[in-house]
């Protein structure tokens, strides 16, 4: 299965972005209101100037406490970003998330985002993946 599936199947409005200025407070207030575990920074919507997840400001948090809210998500963002395009197969992007000890992954077509996606649709596409070729085994012997 590839990236494209992911995306298509997925019931989001695209990809929740901030401001590299934009506070780290603000950023927690939109994963949480969001139910999400990371956004993308970016100036213009389209090009990646960073990621900020959760596990991020948990860290900052735990460094500097509650006075670390007020600084900007420029401060935590990573920016060293691996990501994927439409054609990636759903178990090539597992094995760089499993390489690269991260959760989510942006997924650029040249070089603009289009979408993002996490571990967990990467691991839910896998299973339905390994479902369907289970039942097409299953039906080769069954002679269905």
Do not use: W, Y
Not at 15 to 31: F, G, K, N, Q
Request: net charge negative; hydrophobic share 40%; with cysteine.
């Amino acid at each position: 299965m590839q990236v494209l599936q992911i995306l298509k199947s997925k019931k989001d409005d695209g990809v929740v972005t901030v401001m590299p200025e934009d506070s780290i407070a603000e950023v927690a207030r939109l994963l949480s209101a969001r139910k999400i575990g990371a956004v993308v920074v970016s100036r213009d919507g389209k090009h990646i100037d960073g990621i900020v997840s959760e596990r991020d400001l948990i860290r900052e948090i735990g460094r500097h406490g509650g006075t670390c809210l007020s600084h900007p998500v420029s401060t935590v963002m990573s920016t060293k970003i691996t990501s994927c395009c439409r054609t990636t197969t759903t178990t090539e992007v597992l094995e760089m998330m499993s390489a690269g000890g991260f959760r989510h992954m942006p997924v650029l077509s040249g070089d603009e985002m289009i979408g993002l996606i996490s571990i967990r649709d990467v691991a839910a596409a896998r299973v339905d993946e390994l479902h369907m070729e289970k039942e097409a085994l299953t039906g080769m012997i069954m002679g269905n």
